[in-house]
Every structure is written in C-alpha cells, then in structure tokens.
C-alpha cells in the first residue's frame, strides 16, 4: 500500500489534462510506440472529434524512483459541468489532484469548481503550471495567481509543458513526494467505491473502482450496497492500456470488476462494492442517483421508425445509464419519446450516437428543464412538469417551482458590466463579486437553470469576448411565474413547437420566436401566418409569404441533370423536415427558440 499513489488531473478545458496524462504514460514507458496515439485515454471516436473526455477511465503506470517500485493510478475525470457529479467520484476515489492551469489563460472556473471538489475531499493539490514552452505564456503572473489561489509557495508550483516534456520529471516526483499513500483497513470487509463504469458490447458493464478496506478477489460473491444487489466477481483486474487480470485487488488499488451485468443501469457511480457474506456497515458517503437535468422530445422523421427508434434508445440506455425516455405522443409529430439529460452536450451525444450507431434519423423538439408544479386542489403534491404540455391548467395553477444553479464566472475586469447585464438579462441575482486579481474578477450568481442550459455559453462567450469562464452547481428548486407560450402555423397550434418561458420574457420571446420561424420555415405555394399565444390570446404575428414560382422552373429547357440534382438536393434537405397540417417544419424550427438573438 505504501508505494501506491492514486492521483486525478484537474483542469479548466484545454488546458492541456489529456497531453499531460499521454506524456506522463509515455515518461512511465507505459505505452510502447506502436500503441502511441493522440490523446490515448479518449478512446471514444466521438470524444477524440470533439477534444473532449466524456467519460472518465482510469489507467495504471508502473514507475520506479530511487530505486523503489511505486504504482500510480491515475483517474482521468470528464472535462464537462454536465458530469460533474462524476467528476467529484473521481476525485474522491484519490489521495492528491495535479491542478493544471494554462501559463497563458491562468486560473478559469473550472480550475476553481474543480480545486474546491478536490479540497472537499482533503485532497493533496500539486499546482502545475503548463504550456510553459508559449511565446504568450505569462509564467511569473500566473504562478503569482496560483499562489494566491492556494496559498501554496511559489516553489511548489511545477513550471511544466505537456507538449516538450518540461517538468514531467518534477511532476512524477511530487506525485511520488507529496501525494499521501493511500490508508485502509488490509483486514476489514471489503468496501470499495465505484467511481465509473463503461458499457461493453461483449463483456457487459465494466465496473471501475477503487477499494478502501479489504480485497476483492476473482470469484467472491459480492454485493452493490446501494441497489443492494448481489453478483459474483467473474473477473478483477489493473488497468493497463489493456485490462490486466488478477487474482485480486488489494486495499488503496484502482481495479476493474466483470460480473456479466448487461444494463448499465445496475451500475451506479458512487456505489459501494462490498462482500455479500461479510458486508460492510458503513457505504462510501456522496452517493447519489443522478437525475436528468434537460428534457426534450425525439421523434423518428419517418413515423414508421417508431419501433426501431424504441429498439435503439433501449440499446443506447444498456450503456448509458443517466439517459432516461418514456414514450410521449405529439399532435403535431406523433409517437415519440421524451428524453432526460444530465445537459445539453449530453443531449447532442445522444442525437449523435442514434446517428451514428443506430442509422436513426430524428427530430428534437426543444429542450427544457424539469419544472414542479402544485395546484389549488393538491398543494403538497408534486407535478413534474418535463414536458410544456404537462403544466396543469393555469386556472387551476397554485404554484410553480424551477431549478437554480450558482453560476460561477471568471472574466476579465472591464468585461464585468457586460456579463452582469447578460446575467440579470438571465434572471440572475448576484451573489458575490470577488476580485481574484487587479485583472480578473469571479462573479457568483444565483440562475434559473433553464436560462443557462440552452445559449448562454454563446452569449458569455460574445459579450466577454471570449474572456469569461462559467460553471455552475444545482442549488434547488425555487418558486417562478411561469407561462406556457403557444405556436400556431396556418392557424393550427403546433405542440411540439410550444415552450415555458418566464412571464416576464414571454412577450419579447414569442415575438423573436414568431421572427425565427419565419426565416427558417420554407416558403410554399400559400402564405403561412405564424402566431405565438399565451392561452387564447394571440401575442405576436408574422408571416411567411407564399413562394411565387416553381424552383425547378429556371431549369425548363436546360439540361436535365441539372433539374434532378436539384430535385434530389430537395430531397435530402427533406430528411430533417416534418409535415405537420400542410405546413412543412424543418428541424432548426423545433429549435429555433434556443437561437434567438
Ligand atoms: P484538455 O482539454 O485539458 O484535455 O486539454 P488538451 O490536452 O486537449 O490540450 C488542449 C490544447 O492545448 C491541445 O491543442 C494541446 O496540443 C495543447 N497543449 C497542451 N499542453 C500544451 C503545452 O504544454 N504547450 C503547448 N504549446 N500546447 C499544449
Ligand atoms: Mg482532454
């Protein structure tokens, strides 16, 4: 145990997590050049295309320093606010973290919401200071602004860069030299935590964990004490670049477990693995059932792919378990199913995959949060509004409570005004203002989570020109005035297209809406008046104006290929369009009310 060392890298994105953790496999002669790959520890194609690590695995080295054999595992955590109660398992399942801040940008707002999990969790802070090797790298104010972070000394922040290999030695050293080997009772009940777990097509779920009293070996028979089910452990194992078999894993090790579970939502992350004879008395604390945090509609383009669309959310939720779905149905789009997310990257994921994996070509109906709605009649009991059409008749309306979130922003001083008005825009309150540096300021709000899931980003992004980070942490449900806002295209209302907005925004936004519609709905031989309604009363109105000739009309007497092309373009830019009355919608329509300017 004592020359065991469990370590995690944390960063705000891009900082460089994945080029250190490749260089530091490489430093440890733990990948052979043929094995040699870009970001080696995103083994998703989807997370290598977006430079991001979606999911957290954890991987094994090997590492000899004077003259001492030592084991270090290091826990890779995904970059994203969407899996963030993944991130704190992670971190959890460690003795140190390497905080890794960019010489260039310094200290953003993952670093901070990071560096406060890691502390929660007494966690032992290695600063490293990397892309030390850019010309516009600012090492001496950067070092100066981790040391105020940290409180550290100015020598214990290792000036590093993953792309050359400056500061991989002190970095593997202060790992051996400052982490803590990890504690644990050898002869108590085995008690490990799961911190991951990764879906295989031909093994089942592969269950990551990290064992803090006893062993578990190949063979026992087990028990996950918060599903409280029972297995037996087929396989255990290191993880290598390739999974390693072993007869057992011991106190303070990171291992993997098999045990033939086909649907990953048996696996929970933050549960504890114990022996099913000998149980433990105490689970692993901070466990808890992630629940979805966005809510949209997908429906099969084709409406005859409604089975197949079942068949393939069923496949997709074996090996994922934070998707939920059950089936809705649509005037307007007819069967389909309403989806749960832990956020927006991981409701584009899931498009993606359907895509992808599953050949499935599909709409989503806007995204919206889940809302608590109480009426007159039953004023204690919850109504979980996940859908716009499940909120209860106004009339009958006693109250309606939303999800908040304390967003955390750090920019740049002169950028303060501007992401302070985007935020009040946002229905956020200010919370606190705290000037990290003379430069840079962290602003703490108090949000509706509804009004940050969908443009947010882009807006913080545009106002701070790029200079101000975000993240955010659920802080409960609180009491809004919400009202449901109607689409009616040719005079027929459009279910899917309808959205809960704040009383107060929900003029402005109808009428952006009403604006959007108009330039992303086709033209066709009629006019399309596009109204937005609050119950019966109509509040804004556009129309789109009936095309006046045929497409393929210029084409009459040129050459006939040309023609089909055209057609066929037509075609294809069918694919995503869904005929509801006589009014066809394409997908960016059901969207449109997140692209709003
Ligand atoms: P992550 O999002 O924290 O995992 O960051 P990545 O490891 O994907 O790195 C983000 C970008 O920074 C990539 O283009 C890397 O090549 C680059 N990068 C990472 N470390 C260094 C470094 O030390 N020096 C320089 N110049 N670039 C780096
Ligand atoms: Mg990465």
Do not use: W
Not at 124 to 138: F, G, Q, R, T, Y
Not at 447 to 462: C, S
């Amino acid at each position: 145990m004592k020359n065991i060392r469990n370590f995690c890298i944390i960063a705000h994105i891009d900082h460089g997590k994945s080029t250190l953790a490749d260089r530091l496999l490489d430093f440890t002669g733990s990948v052979t050049e043929r094995e040699k790959q870009e970001q080696l520890l995103d083994n998703m194609d989807l997370e290598r295309e977006r430079g991001i690590t979606i999911k957290s695995h954890a991987i094994q080295m090997d590492y000899v320093h004077e003259g001492e054999e030592y084991v270090l595992n290091l826990i890779d955590t995904p970059g994203h606010v969407d899996f963030s109660y993944e991130v704190s398992r992670s971190i959890a399942a460690c003795e140190g973290a390497l905080l890794v801040v960019d010489a260039a940008q310094s200290i953003q707002a993952q670093t901070i919401s990071n560096l406060y999990l890691a502390l929660e969790n007494d966690l032992e802070i290695i600063p490293v200071l990397n892309k030390v090797d850019l010309p516009s790298a600012n090492p001496e104010e950067v070092t100066d602004d981790i040391v105020d972070l940290l409180g550290c000394d100015p020598s214990e922040v290792i000036p590093a860069s993953a792309k050359t290999g400056i500061g991989i030695q002190e970095i593997l050293d202060a790992i051996i030299n400052r982490i803590p080997a990890p504690t644990g009772k050898v002869d108590a009940p085995l008690r490990a935590l799961i911190f991951d777990s990764v879906y295989n097509p031909f093994r089942g779920v592969e269950t990551f964990f990290r064992v803090i009293n006893g062993t578990i070996k190949k063979g026992q028979r087990i028990k996950f004490v918060n599903t409280d089910k029972q297995y037996d452990a087929d396989e255990v194992g290191t993880l290598k670049l390739k999974q390693q078999p072993k007869k057992e894993i011991k106190t303070g090790d990171v291992g993997y477990l098999i045990t033939g579970i086909k649907d990953a939502r048996e696996v929970k992350v933050g549960d504890t693995i114990t022996d099913a004879e000998n149980p433990t008395t105490e689970a692993v604390a901070g466990f808890e059932d992630v629940k979805p945090m966005v809510f949209a509609g997908i429906y099969p383009v084709d409406t005859e792919d409604y089975e197949d669309l079942r068949a393939s959310m069923e496949k997709l939720q074996l090996n994922d378990a934070s998707l939920t779905f059950v089936p809705e149905s649509s005037a307007a789009l007819g069967f389909g199913f309403r989806c749960g997310f832990l956020g927006m990257l991981h409701l584009e994921i899931i498009q993606e995959r359907l895509e992808r994996e599953f050949d499935m070509t599909v709409i989503t109906t806007v995204p919206n949060v889940s809302y608590h709605a109480f009426t007159n009649k039953h004023p204690d009991d919850v109504i979980l509004v996940n859908n716009p059409s499940d909120l209860p008749d106004p009339s009958t309306l006693n109250r309606v409570e939303e999800p908040f979130i304390k967003a955390t922003i750090i920019t740049k001083a002169n950028y303060v005004g501007p992401v302070m008005s985007l935020c009040i825009e946002k229905r956020g309150e200010i919370v606190n203002q705290t000037y990290l540096t003379t430069e840079r300021v962290e602003l703490t709000f108090d949000m509706p989570l509804a009004e940050i899931v969908f443009d947010f980003y882009d807006r913080l992004k545009t106002v701070s020109r790029g200079y101000a980070s975000f993240d955010y942490s659920p802080i409960g449900m609180r009491a809004s005035h919400l009202v449901k806002v109607d689409v009616l295209l040719n005079a027929n209302k459009v279910d899917a297209l309808s959205a809960l907005l704040h009383k107060d925004n929900a003029y402005d936004i109808g009428k952006k809406m009403c604006e959007k519609l108009k330039e992303l709905i086709p033209r066709q031989q009629f006019d399309i008046p596009i109204q937005a309604a609050i119950g019966a009363k109509i509040i804004s109105r556009e129309t789109v104006k009936a095309l006046r000739k045929d497409v393929t009309a210029k084409c009459y007497g040129g050459d006939i290929s040309r023609k089909r092309k055209l057609l066929e373009k037509q075609k294809k830019g069918k694919k995503r369009m869904r005929q509801v009355g006589n009014v066809e919608i394409p997908q960016e329509a059901f969207m449109a009310v997140l692209k709003l300017n």
